[in-house]
């Protein structure tokens, strides 16, 4: 089963940052889970929300602010958070917007072409379901992964449909029952984001696939 650390190591480092990256390394997950949003240079960066008011000391839009200036806050690029993990681990890249979408492809088809990308370290995960349909006709073809938070069976009828890798449910949508249907479509089952020691055994009992957490050590 794979460790992933949601946002790094969130629940020990301020989230999306370099540090709970390599805090998450350090407590020896099998991977890492981040979220990525576009700058007004349309640079691939780090960061969860749409605006920095909420993990930063300032405030407006993501979009507007040149990915230097972001940079200054704290908020990584994607690219100095693959560099860190380098093949160190599975990085699953959450693509929080549409404007997001070219500047990650870009990133890693250079990656690719450089030989410093390997698809079979990396999901690409959305809760649109629009982003991983534009994702699933790309070649190389890239590991999908369905996020829900909703109807668990529209998830797991979508990911077939596209040919998904895995599926990201909010981990209260399952039961054991739904946990073996989806491994038995071929689907990889990687719940989020589950703090809850108890919760924590039940799934593991369960045998999901993986299991995203702010605290990768309780895994």
């Not at 370099?18 to 020896?28: M, P, Q, V, Y």
């Not at 940079?71 to 693509?95: D, F, K, S, W």
């Not at 492809?105 to 379901?129: R, Y």
């Amino acid at each position: 089963m794979w460790r992933i650390g949601h946002r790094g190591a969130s629940g020990y480092a301020p989230e999306n940052t370099l540090i709970s990256f390599e805090k998450a390394l350090a407590l020896g997950v099998e991977g890492i889970e981040l979220d990525v949003r576009v700058s007004l240079d349309q640079q691939a960066m780090v960061i969860h929300d749409a605006t920095l008011d909420r993990t930063t000391a300032a405030s407006g839009w993501v979009k507007d602010y040149h990915s230097a200036d972001l940079q200054q806050m704290g908020i990584p690029t994607l690219e100095a958070v693959y560099n860190l993990v380098a093949h160190r681990c599975l990085l699953n890249i959450e693509i929080k917007e549409k404007a997001a979408l070219q500047p990650v492809l870009h990133f890693l088809e250079q990656g690719v072409k450089a030989h410093t990308f390997a698809n079979a370290k990396c999901i690409l995960s959305a809760f649109d379901w629009h982003i991983l349909e534009t994702l699933r006709d790309l070649h190389p073809p890239y590991r999908l992964g369905v996020l829900t938070e909703e109807s668990l069976e529209a998830a797991i009828q979508f990911a077939q449909k596209i040919g998904a890798f895995s599926l990201h449910p909010d981990h209260k949508l399952l039961t054991f029952e739904a946990v073996k249907s989806i491994q038995q479509h071929g689907i990889k089952i990687i719940p989020w984001t589950v703090n809850d020691p108890e919760r924590i055994h039940t799934l593991k009992a369960w045998q999901v696939d993986g299991i995203i957490s702010d605290f990768p050590d309780r895994l």
